[in-house]
Nanobody, 128 residues
Framework: DVQLQAFGGGLVQAGGSLSLSCTAS????????IGWFRQAPGKTRKGISC????????WYSDSVKGRFTASSDNTKNMVYLQMASLKPEDTAVYYC?????????????????????WGKGTLVTVSS
């Protein structure tokens, strides 16, 4: 069975940092791109980052560029999202998702529609 799970969420003060992890199993990890998404209360889910496990293909939304850093460890089937300079507007449920062969920098605008597999989210709350 394919399984994706984001974890590492919690409560953090504005300006602080938090690191999320996404663990994957049940598929050939190195063939996939992993997208990070978030859904704030009352809002639609949006893609914020995408990283290829094959090459250096990497994308960030404008809302997190320069503050968030995605990385992957293919030996562990893990993807990470390091979040710094957090703001109250970063409060959301964060999800990871996977798509085979997805090209992040050229197809980021289709992330939500294209991803094959979705994991359960983890809540990040940033207090002011």
């Amino acid at each position: 069975d394919v399984q994706l799970q984001a974890f590492g969420g919690g409560l953090v003060q504005a300006g602080g940092s938090l690191s999320l992890s996404c663990t994957a199993s049940g598929f050939t990890f190195r063939e996939y791109a992993i997208g990070w998404f978030r859904q704030a209360p009352g809002k639609t889910r949006k893609g914020i980052s995408c990283i290829s496990t094959i090459d250096s293909d990497l994308w960030y939304s404008d809302s997190v560029k320069g503050r968030f850093t995605a990385s992957s460890d293919n030996t562990k089937n893990m993807v990470y999202l390091q979040m710094a300079s957090l703001k109250p507007e970063d409060t959301a449920v964060y999800y990871c998702a996977a798509d085979r062969g997805f090209r992040c920098t050229s197809n980021w605008y289709r992330m939500s529609q294209i991803m094959d597999y979705w994991g359960k989210g983890t809540l990040v709350t940033v207090s002011s």
